[in-house]
């Protein structure tokens, strides 16, 4: 059996740690002199604590803000569930109702529904138009005076879409106005960048967020790290208590070497943000033209332009995500889809459902999402390997879908006495 | 090195080349070479029956054309085809091969196939992949329906109405459906509200599939 190499296009699930962060971290895995716990007094405290406050500072500087508003926890999604959790209940007396989008991770998605479920919360999940984003005038419509917390997100993770995070801050801004309320008054914008992070500018005071989460995962950094970004003034209440690190907000012995590699990885993707940007679009976009041009009945899923640099995503109608994937597999290319079967929860993405697209589309839905390492001759591979595949599948697969998308979703499921009621929309193969 | 921990959907590891798939090899070659599908047009009266189950919205849809010795009974021909995943196209390939076989089996004994023989014989699934996509073993009971009636043989249809799911406490899958329209969304409230499978581990995976059917048809 041959061994492909891999041609890895799954950037927006992890990353790879680059060389430079794990020599930076090595230092405070291996030597003797880098082990201590940043809060003891002695010298080898001192020195985690030194190498703390520089991440801080390294990844202040880039945000735009002071060190004291990093905090650094274990994840993307904790950082998320920090802001979410952290607000609502800290200003639980203010108001208990959220706002989001139905096209948010799941990190902020779940710990909204807990809310809402177990804590009196009421929570509004926005809709997003065809490619994905948030109207600015529904969000305007949404907020109350009750309203304490708005968490959307600031690039999409599976189809890409970039959303005007710029926007809501001003229809915040105008709303407090309006209602005569203050900076450090609710409600307060949430944004999760993990996606964004390496492509856009992550400056919040530019940008005018209160708090904004980054995972070092997505950004060639190490796994088990995250940045949540808080505005001075606000205090989220802790989900983690302990010994009161990261200013009482997030207990826990400090992931030092985590924290220096996750620092390293951000810097490296600030610095090489637009260089790289600048490289991945002409590939992304070759990537979607071929398909599209090569592969009948494939629909591109987000916004054309308004979209990352790095993220593909198509619809390839009649046949099924993961046994596409599992062909690329073969073909030693790695990538993702938004079909159920390829999930734990057997669930299909709620994101290709939010923009509006049939559970069909959802199911067929591929996600290419490319990084530092995909070389122009990547996409030509892929170019060459895709269309055959598609073609077996469909050979085997019984069911031709129309384009028009008028295929509504069916509430029939998969063991009923008769055939499905949209069956107009599927021509079995006679 | 110790032996790792080895959860449910782990994936699976060939004992010779340690390579790892997500399914066993002999998935991965019915995955990649087919048996028994249909490529070509049907022609009018190519085949005695076939059926159909499935939607692509719940993302599998599984089509099967059967030829059936008269006289016999003996399966002579099982062609199919297949929307799915990997183990949904996998199992419609074995499905195949386990009916024809050997001169072909009977009606009545390939009626017997359940889906864990399927899987037996794929050399497993992961446990997530069981319910939703071994179907094949439906479309082609919706076939050998469409035999029965179409010779006449009304008596021997079976229907999947009422049918009994939990021997012991002879529970149907009516009772199921009724579970879930008050509300119960995992097996554990099914079982707090009916006790279904407690006594009879073997019709768990029949009653997950049913929970997820009333679920998606009641709940979308």
């Known amino acids: 059996m041959k061994t492909p190499s891999t041609i890895y296009l799954d950037h927006a699930a992890t990353t790879p740690l680059d060389p430079r962060v794990k020599a930076a971290m090595e230092p405070y895995l291996d030597a003797a002199d880098y082990f201590g716990n940043p809060s003891a007094i002695y010298r080898l405290g001192r020195v985690a604590k030194e190498a703390l406050w520089e991440a801080r500072v390294t990844i202040s500087s880039i945000l735009g803000c002071r060190p004291e508003e990093i905090l650094f926890t274990g994840s993307g999604t904790e950082s998320d569930n920090l802001a979410v959790l952290g607000i609502a209940r800290a200003y639980k007396a203010k108001g208990t109702h959220l706002i989001t989008s139905t096209i948010e991770h799941h990190a902020v998605l779940h710990a909204m529904e807990h809310l809402e479920k177990k804590e009196g919360f009421s929570v509004t999940a926005l809709p997003v138009d065809e490619y994905g984003r948030v109207a600015p005038k529904d969000l305007a419509a949404a907020l109350t005076p009750e309203t304490t917390l708005v968490s959307l997100m600031f690039a999409n993770n599976e189809i890409g879409t970039i959303l005007p995070i710029a926007e809501y801050v001003r229809v915040i801004r105008d709303w ?99 260089a790289e940007s600048a490289r991945l679009v002409p590939l992304r976009d070759r990537l979607i033209a071929g398909i599209l041009d090569r592969v009948p009945k494939v629909v591109l899923n987000g916004h054309p332009t308004e979209r990352l640099p790095n993220n593909v995503n198509v619809s390839i109608l009649d046949i099924e995500g993961e046994a596409v994937l599992l062909y690329l597999d073969e073909d030693g290319i790695s990538a993702a889809t938004g079909s159920a079967c390829d999930s734990a929860s057997l669930d299909p993405s709620h994101v290709i459902l939010a923009i509006g697209r049939p559970y069909e589309f959802a199911h067929a839905s591929i996600r290419f999402t490319l990084g530092r390492s995909t070389t122009a001759a990547d996409i030509d591979y892929v170019l060459e390997k895709l269309p055959p595949i598609v073609q077996i599948l469909r050979q085997i697969s019984p069911v031709s879908i129309e384009m028009d998308g008028t295929v509504t979703g069916a509430k029939t499921a998969f063991v009923d006495m008769g055939r499905p009621h949209w069956e107009k929309n599927i021509k079995a193969t006679k | 090195m110790d032996t790792p921990l080895k959860e449910p959907n782990a994936e699976v590891v060939n004992q010779h080349t340690k390579q790892q798939w997500v399914y066993s090899d002999v998935v991965k070659d019915h995955f990649f070479h087919p048996r028994n599908l249909l490529l070509d047009a049907v022609a009018p009266g190519q085949f005695d029956a076939e059926g159909m189950v499935g939607s692509p919205a719940c993302g599998d849809v599984m089509y099967v054309w059967i030829k059936v010795d008269k006289a016999t009974e003996r399966i002579t021909e099982f062609k199919w085809k297949t929307f799915g995943c990997g183990s949904a196209i996998a199992s419609s390939s074995m499905f195949s091969i386990m009916t024809t076989e050997n001169d072909g089996l009977t009606l009545e004994d390939a009626l017997k196939i359940r889906p864990q023989d399927v899987m037996l014989r794929l050399g497993g699934l992961p446990n997530r992949k069981i319910h939703c996509s071994v179907l094949i073993d439906k479309a082609f009971k919706k076939a050998v329906n469409e035999y029965f009636r179409s010779t006449g043989q009304h008596a021997r249809i079976q229907v999947d109405g009422a049918r009994v799911i939990d021997k012991r406490l002879n529970i149907t899958d009516h009772d199921i459906e009724e579970a879930v329209l008050e509300g119960a969304k995992t097996l554990e409230e099914v079982q707090k509200k009916l006790k279904v499978g407690v006594g009879d581990p073997d019709a768990i995976p029949d009653i997950e599939q049913l929970i997820r059917f009333y679920s998606e048809k009641y709940y979308g």
Do not use: W
């Open chain 1, 176 to 274: 407090k106005k309006e209602h005569g309320r203050g900076p450090n008054e609710a409600p307060f914008l949430h944004t999760d960048a993990c996606q964004a992070a390496g492509y856009i500018d992550l400056n919040v005071t530019k940008l005018g967020v209160d708090l904004l989460t980054i995972n070092g995962s997505k950004i060639y950094g190490p796994k088990g790290t995250g940045v949540l970004y808080v505005r001075r003034g606000l205090r989220p209440q802790p989900i983690i208590f302990g010994g009161g690190q990261e200013m009482g907000f997030r207990s826990g012995t400090e992931n030092v070497s985590g924290i220096v590699g996750l620092a390293t990885a951000l810097r490296l993707a600030h610095e090489e943000r637009e």
